[in-house]
């Protein structure tokens, strides 16, 4: 099998604040819905993850717990499974909300992604 025929595999992490609709998204790519969406901030408690495959490619994709600041023990859970994720994985991608100010919550997530060696998009 020639490199251009060769099936392509990978890991996928989708992080970001809470309630920006990474488990919207990753239930849109995979066709079904796997993830719980909510209005509430903090639903996804633990890493979900589903399969999209097609004739040349499987991703699994990994929705996390919103990156936030931990304020009791079950937040800090979170973010520690948030963070285990993005040294799991092949490639991050960084959801944000389109209308929203930049700020600190923000500044944090991209200061992780800049300790990492994946690529981020």
Known sequence: ???ENE????FVSIIGRPNVGKSTLLNRVIGQKIAIMSDKPQTTRNKVQGVYTD???QVVFIDTP?????????GDFMMKVAKNTLREVDLILYVIEA???FG???QFIIDR???TKHRCF
């Open 113 to 115: 992604l800049n300790e």
């Open 7 to 10: 099936f392509k595999s990978g």
């Open 1 to 3: 099998m020639n490199q």
């Open 66 to 74: 919103g990156i936030h600041k931990p304020k009791h023990r079950l």
């Open 55 to 57: 004739n040349e490619a």
């Open 104 to 106: 600190p919550g923000e």
């Open 99 to 101: 209308d929203a100010k």
